[in-house]
């Protein structure tokens, strides 16, 4: 492939959690996935790469496609399968067809973490009118982790809930940067988000230019 491709996000989650799986089936436009799935989500620049290679996945797989986003700098494409082998093989000719490796991958950086205790009924309501997933309750534990590439925000969520009984409030995976919002009690929101910053942390990537995140 003669175009420079930057492979901003390559993230393969083995294990679709519940939680998880049901808040990608609300803002998906595609192939909904059930839970267990397994699933791939890479991010580009340019974004128009995303049409190429979701070309090349499904012809090679028999994978199905959950999300196609091209947006003016990035695009994201989401597959999966309730065979995670497929799914790797899908990866495998997206790399070769790019002419890059897994390791080629921007490595996520954490760009900030926050935890509030408590959340007022008020500041609820807010969060409550532009999330996707579960609701936040007054009185419970708000946590949230913004990432770069945006597209690692996904796995971050994906093993937070494996991690601990937290409910998944919005997932923002494509644009400059990824958000995930978590609530629940204090103990349980805590743990998910170390799990959710240990699994960045664990990923091998190329250290952006000039900073991580920009």
């Given amino acids: 492939m003669g175009l ?9 989650i083995d294990n679709m959690q519940a939680q998880f799986t049901a808040f990608m089936a609300t803002i998906m436009k595609g192939y909904l996935p059930v839970v267990g799935n397994a699933a791939l989500y ?10 190429n290679i979701t070309d090349i996945a499904l012809k090679a797989t028999d994978v199905r496609p959950g999300m196609q986003i091209v947006e003016r700098a990035y695009g994201l494409l989401e597959v999966h399968s309730d065979d995670q082998g497929t799914v790797r093989q899908a ?7 790019l002419g890059l490796k897994e390791e080629d991958r921007l490595k996520p950086a954490i760009v900030s973490s926050q935890v509030i205790r408590k959340v007022s009924d008020y500041q609820c309501q ?9 609701m936040l309750l007054g009185g419970q534990t708000l946590y949230i982790m913004e990432t770069w590439p945006a597209g690692y925000a996904v796995l971050a969520a994906n093993e937070a809930e494996k991690a601990a ?6 997932i923002l995976s494509f644009g ?7 609530g629940g009690e204090e103990a349980d929101v805590i743990a998910a988000g170390n799990a959710a910053e240990a699994s960045l942390a664990a990923l091998k990537g190329k250290e952006a ?3 991580s995140a920009g």
């Fill in 126 to 134: 807010l969060i409550n009118r532009t999330r996707h997933g579960n």
């Fill in 91 to 97: 990866g495998e000719s997206i790399l070769q067809y």
């Fill in 42 to 51: 890479i991010e580009t620049s340019p974004s128009m790469v995303i049409n």
């Fill in 176 to 182: 400059a940067f990824g958000r995930v919002y978590l």
């Fill in 4 to 12: 420079k491709v930057e492979l901003r996000t390559y993230c393969f």
């Fill in 165 to 170: 009984n937290i409910n998944i409030l919005e």
């Fill in 209 to 211: 230019k000039g900073g």
